[in-house]
């Protein structure tokens, strides 16, 4: 037995060894994830993604070489623009994201990608994003421009003109059984769990003129996305995956020139979002920190250690040491309850902010209000305690009062809780960052700095 044959192979081998073959860099980025056999009874599409690993159906078999490496492209560029883990990202953000429509924005954007290419087919049914433009946002646009300009999550938000639909749970149960966005999780044997909770989710809207147009699109092609959420990695781990594949992908694209699979760098390349917690902590860490001042009663290590003497009969003129400024770093914290900051992101924010204060062992006032202050809480130094942090939104806010107030606690930096929507006229000479939910981060802060927490 020679080497090759020993090693594992799948479905998709022979496809794979093409897409090298022609693209050797960016196909081989096929190299780079996980390829798994289903089953020959799996009710699945040919082949399909949960954002790591391509699934290969029996179906697969019956396509020509060019249609297999044309669809093994297709999921790789799926997983290498992380579009599966957006899509989750994006749900969370809005609460309902239609993976029918947010499958087919993804899909419009690496079917173009690689169009251009001779060496692979992609199947009769594939929608461009040019096509897609064109019929249902009514936007004439050449695909290389368009390309150039438009995101998976951009492009999804155009399309999504859905509302709320007032359908019953039981009808929308029915439809969750019968009327599918989804085709499950490719890797189930047959159980289609996920795809239904999703399309009975989505059953509890209703199309708009744009979302219908585009829906028509979609009918004939297949849901090749089955996003997994139990295989979500954490924040600081999900960001570290996103910018290894924005760079394998830019090293790639570069290898080939000419012959990459990539059409253009496109405006989907993934983006790396450093999570807030780690932004959060870095820079409460650097405001908390202690700050050295002279201190005329002790001196410096160098005079000691000379003894206060430049040499034979000659001192040295005082040289004043460095001591702490404070006995305790201060850290104010302010929490708009008139804001819409739902129960989850307070309970992510308040374990953060714990966190900190214990580690740098910080003194911590919480301030609570919205046009006015509404309660004070003092913490002792590393004893922040904000596990029962509940708080029902009141209606207007003025952020006056509650920066006055923290004012008077002669604090080292702050951190305001809010979706800024009310005025500060009182500008504070310390450093205030300015703790914003992702549906206001376009709202323009006063002063300070903005960190979106989602």
């Known amino acids: 037995m020679n080497e090759a044959d020993a090693l594992p192979r799948h479905r998709g081998t022979r496809a794979i060894q093409r897409m090298v073959e022609y693209a050797p860099s960016t196909g081989g980025l096929a190299l780079w994830v996980h390829h798994r056999d289903l089953p020959a009874d799996a009710a699945a599409p040919a082949v399909a993604t949960d954002g790591a690993t391509v699934f290969y159906a029996s179906a697969f078999e019956r396509l020509s070489l060019a249609e297999q490496a044309g669809q093994v492209a297709h999921e790789v560029l ?8 957006r899509y989750m990202d994006l749900q969370r953000l809005l609460g309902n994201v239609d993976l029918q429509l947010f499958n087919l924005c993804a899909d419009a954007i690496v079917n173009s990608a690689l169009a251009h290419l001779g060496w692979l087919r992609l199947p009769a049914s594939a929608v461009y994003l040019d096509r897609l433009l064109a019929q249902v946002l009514d936007r004439p646009q050449e695909v290389d421009q368009a390309l150039l300009e438009w995101d998976v999550e951009r492009l999804y938000r155009a399309v999504d003109d859905r509302t709320a639909s007032g359908r019953s749970g039981s009808d929308r149960a029915q439809a969750g059984q019968t009327g599918g966005s989804g085709s499950g999780r490719a890797g189930s044997s047959g159980a289609t769990s996920n795809a239904q909770a999703e399309s009975a989710r989505a059953s509890a809207f209703e199309d708009g003129p744009r979302s219908a147009r585009a829906r028509a699109l979609a009918a004939t092609c297949p849901v090749d996305l089955v996003p997994d959420p139990d295989t979500t990695a954490p924040p600081e781990v999900e960001a570290e995956h996103t910018r290894e594949w924005s760079e394998r992908l830019l090293r790639a694209h570069a290898g080939d020139g000419a012959y990459s699979m990539l059409r253009s760098l496109i405006a989907d390349l993934p983006r790396t979002r450093t999570p807030w917690q780690q932004v959060l902590r870095r820079q409460l860490a650097r405001g908390l920190a202690p ?52 129960d989850a992101m307070l309970a992510a924010f308040a374990r953060e902010i714990e966190a900190i204060a214990r580690r740098v062992e910080a003194g911590l006032v919480l301030i609570v209000g919205d046009d006015r202050v509404r309660r004070v809480v003092h913490f002792e130094p590393g004893r922040a305690d904000l596990g029962d942090l509940r708080f029902d939104g009141r209606g207007g806010t003025d952020f006056t009062p509650l920066l006055e107030e923290a004012d008077g606690h002669r604090p080292d930096i702050a951190v305001v809780l809010t979706d800024l929507d009310g005025p500060a006229r009182f500008r504070p ?15 323009a802060v006063p002063f300070g700095r903005m960190l979106v927490i989602d």
Request: aromatic share 8%; glycine share 6%.
């Open 291 to 342: 700050k050295p001042s002279p201190s005329w009663s002790r001196p410096t290590r160098s005079y000691i250690a000379n003894q206060g003497r430049a040499g034979p009969g000659r001192r040295m003129p005082w040289e004043p040491g460095f001591a702490s400024s404070r006995p305790a770093p201060r850290l104010a914290v302010i929490v708009d309850v008139s804001g819409s900051i739902d």
């Open 78 to 85: 799926h997983i290498a623009l992380r579009h599966t883990q």
């Open 429 to 443: 000479r310390w450093p205030v960052i300015w703790a914003v939910p992702a549906s206001h981060e376009n709202s």
